[in-house]
C-alpha cells in the first residue's frame, strides 16, 4: 500500500534562528493525520532540524546530495553526510536543481544509485516545462525523465522511490495544474511504470504533486485517485499554510 505524503521543500529559505522557529511551531500545530509529513530545510541547518524534531512525527530531508562517496567536490554533500545526522531520505532532480545547476538525467541516475547503494530513500522530481506542454510533448517528456533516471532501478529498488510530479511551469507562478491535468498525468506515469516493470511496482508507488500547491487548492488535488501528496515549496514556509495543506489531505 503506498503512502501519503506531505513534504516542505524550503529551497534556499529561512536561516538557523528561522528555521527553529517555524519548527516549532509546526511542531505545536501539526494535526493528527496518517499522512507522512516531511520537511526539508536548507543544509546547515538540517541537524539542528534532526535534533529539533527528534520525539516529533515530523521527518527532516534533505534538498540534494552529490553521488560521489566523498572526495575533492567542494561546496557538495554526500550520502554519508547526511546519515550521519540522521537524515535518510533525499530529493533527487528537483527542477531548480536542473535548470539552474546543470543537473542532466545522467547526473540524476547516478545520485540515485548512489542514495539507494545507501538505503536512502529518494524522492525524485521531474516535469515538464511550460512549453513541453504547449506543443503536446508533455507526456514523453516525462517518461524520458523517468526511464534515463529510474526505468534501469529493479523491483527491490522501487520501494524506496517515492515520486514528485512537477510541472516547471507551475513551480512558484501561483499557476497550478488542475486537478484534472494532475490526475491525467500520475494515471500516465503509473501506466508508463506497469509497462516497464509491472502493475505492484505502479500501483505502490506513492506520486506526489508540486507547483504552487495552497491551501485553497490542496484538498481538490489531494481528491485525486493517483495523487498521493504534495512536495510543497512556498506554502511550506508558512506554518498555517502547511498545516492546512495537511489538513486537506
Ligand atoms: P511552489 O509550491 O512554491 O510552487 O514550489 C513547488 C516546488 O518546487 C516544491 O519542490
Request: net charge negative.
Given at each position: 500500500m503506498r503512502s501519503k505524503i506531505v513534504a516542505g521543500n524550503w529551497k534556499m529559505n529561512k536561516n538557523i534562528a528561522e528555521t527553529e522557529a517555524l519548527l516549532v511551531e509546526l511542531s505545536a500545530k501539526?494535526?493528527?493525520?496518517?499522512a507522512e509529513v516531511m520537511v526539508a530545510p536548507a543544509f546547515v541547518n538540517l541537524n539542528a532540524a534532526v535534533r529539533h524534531l527528534e520525539s516529533s512525527a515530523i521527518e527532516v530531508i534533505a534538498q540534494n546530495m552529490h553521488f560521489?562517496?566523498?572526495?575533492?567536490?567542494?561546496?557538495e554533500i554526500s550520502a554519508d553526510m547526511l546519515l550521519s545526522i540522521g537524515i535518510d531520505t533525499v530529493i533527487i532532480g528537483h527542477s531548480e536543481r536542473r535548470a539552474y545547476?546543470?543537473?542532466t538525467d545522467e547526473i540524476l541516475a547516478k545520485k540515485v544509485t548512489a542514495a539507494l547503494a545507501k538505503n536512502m530513500r529518494v524522492m525524485f522530481c521531474f516535469g515538464e516545462e511550460l512549453e513541453d506542454r504547449k506543443s503536446g510533448n508533455h507526456f514523453d517528456v516525462v517518461e524520458s525523465q523517468l526511464k534515463n533516471a529510474?526505468?534501469?532501478?529493479d523491483a527491490q529498488q522501487w520501494r524506496k522511490i517515492v515520486l514528485a510530479y512537477e510541472p516547471v511551469w507551475a513551480i512558484g507562478t501561483g499557476e497550478t495544474a488542475s486537478p484534472e491535468q494532475a490526475q491525467e498525468m500520475h494515471a500516465f506515469i503509473r501506466k508508463t511504470i506497469a509497462e516497464a516493470y509491472d502493475n505492484s511496482i505502479a500501483k505502490n508507488v506513492s506520486i506526489l504533486y508540486g507547483g504552487s500547491v495552497k491551501p485553497a487548492n490542496a484538498a481538490e488535488i489531494f481528491?485525486?485517485?493517483?495523487?498521493?501528496?504534495g512536495l510543497i515549496?512556498?506554502?511550506?514556509?508558512v506554518a498555517d499554510d502547511f498545516v492546512a495543506i495537511i489538513k486537506a489531505i
Open positions: 501539526l494535526p493528527d493525520t496518517t560521489a562517496e566523498s572526495g575533492a567536490y567542494t561546496g545547476f546543470g543537473e529510474l526505468f534501469s532501478l481528491s485525486k485517485p493517483d495523487v498521493d501528496g515549496g512556498g506554502a511550506a514556509l
